[in-house]
């Protein structure tokens, strides 16, 4: 997705050779435009999935994720990092390690918001490792739902995590795969071509 590429290009900041910073778009300021087009992306690349909810964590999946969920005209729901008081009854929860801040969280969703029946696309912004997706997977399960898919807007091609979840046997589309971040520099994956 170039308008992607191109925005991560001008204002992304590469931390070190693993991490990139993108606090001016996604992960601390949101450029609005910016995720409407990324939700347009998501609901065209799973348009046929027959999708009933879409599922992120708080809080950089909500932007995304809700987007999305727009487009689909579904609801999104999002997995809560920390205890919620009104959070209390028919709780599912799943740990995750978490790559940029190094300690392991408890994601929780109530029951209510997924069901059995529900075919549920899964978004967070960034797949590094993949602990959180495969959090959000978990989640669907116990639930009893499907996982429809998994959307994500920057896939760090270089770490491990595209290679384990794609391994689950679900649909993975990633919006801009970086290949290296080496010298300072964002490199990117070669684009598939998209009807
Ligand atoms: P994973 O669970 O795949 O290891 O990491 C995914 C989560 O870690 C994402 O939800 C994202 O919040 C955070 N993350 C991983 N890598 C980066 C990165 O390079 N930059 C930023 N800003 N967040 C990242």
Request: proline content about 2%; overall charge neutral; glycine content about 8%.
């Amino acid at each position: 997705m170039n308008l992607l590429k191109n925005k991560i290009n001008a204002e992304g900041v590469v931390l070190s050779e693993t991490v990139l910073k993108v606090d001016s778009f996604l992960n601390h300021q949101v450029d609005p435009e910016l995720m409407l087009e990324i939700g347009k992306e998501f609901a065209h690349r799973f348009k046929d999935q027959g999708i009933t909810k879409v599922l992120t964590i708080e809080s950089s999946g909500i932007a995304p994720g809700v987007m999305a969920a727009l487009h689909m005209n579904v609801p999104l729901v999002f997995a809560r990092k920390k205890k919620s008081l009104t959070l209390s009854e028919g709780v599912l929860t799943s740990k995750v390690y978490s790559f940029t801040k190094q300690e392991e969280n408890t994601i929780s969703i109530s029951k209510t918001y997924i069901k059995e029946n529900d075919r549920v696309l899964l978004i967070d912004d960034f797949l590094a490792n993949g602990q959180a997706a495969l959090g959000l997977i978990d989640l669907v399960k116990q639930a009893g739902a499907e996982v429809a898919g998994i959307g994500i807007v920057i896939e760090k091609s270089f770490q491990n995590g595209g290679k384990l979840v794609r391994e689950t046997g679900y649909r993975v589309e990633s919006l801009a795969e970086i290949q290296s971040l080496e010298n300072g520099k964002v490199r990117f994956k070669q684009e598939k071509v998209h009807a």
